[in-house]
């Protein structure tokens, strides 16, 4: 059900009298909440239609009642002074893995010369092995943080487990829920009580509906700032990592209000695969693009097949914009 009060009338001081009703609501813009949990047991929305604080009440038939492009405008998040699911292109360009201070250091020149922005670095990894490289840690945030400020490029870095997540807001802009972790739903529960951006990945195996599913438990805990990220699913073709699943651009458009990056990096596996797909997703009206670049992605310590180097994030850029430009002109 979707409440719109009253101008003036103090919404969370309603959303008080909700709870105290056995309801959970949560506040969508101004002047309107969503009330997602209580309804079952048939609460009645004429009762709420007569309160002298409401202006209107709608039902939400939508599964996805926050995330449902019937519950509220669309969501644009400020990082940085950059805009996400706004008029313009974000773009997130970094290594998979943090290693070092300088392997940062021009990323972050580089990503901030072509206009990245935001710089991601993995640095807690989820590793098929156990016997592989996990991360710097702790270590690795700290460089993160400090590039991201000295070039003022918003950062972002993965979460694995609820545990991390304080540690992780201390020193990251945005916070990166990746593939495996869709469905951790204790982790995903816990990332809606703090307030940073969620760059949520979608599994591998996920559905939208899953993927949507997954966004409504952060924004119904608290934290409307989620970011939806295609970056391949698993099929039968075995020529890619993963089939980048541009499809879910455009579907989700339907059904979203929340902004939609793509990752061509992990949806493809294959850097010579990365920027066709790069220019593709944005052509497909993508809010933005995850890319994994490297000094020498040769030598990257993770995921150096699907790296690119300096020379081609430069030549992506340039495409990538020229398209946007062409599409916001039309
Ligand atoms: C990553 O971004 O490096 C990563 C591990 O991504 P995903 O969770 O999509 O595999
Ligand atoms: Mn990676």
Redesign the pocket.
Known sequence: MLIELKPHVDRFAFIRRLERMGLQAVAQGEQRISVVRGMEEGVMPELFAALPEVESVRPLKEKFKLASIAAAKKTVIEVRGKTIGGNELFVIAGP??IESREQMEVCAQAAQKHGAGGL?G?AF??RTSPYEFQGMGEEGLKILKEMGEKYDLATVS?VMDASQIDLVASYVDIL???????HNFTLLKELGRIKNPILL??G?AATYQDLLLAAEYIISAGNPNVIL?E??IRTFETHTRNTLDLNLVPALKELTHLPIIV?P??GTGRRSMVLPMARAAVAAGADGI?I?MHPNPDRAL??AAQTIGFASFEKMMKEINLIHKCLSEV
């Open positions: 998979c893995s991601r993995g990894k989820p993965e990166q829920v990746g593939a495996r972790n869709m990945k979608r591998f990220c970056r391949g990752d990096s992990h995850a994994e993770t995921d």
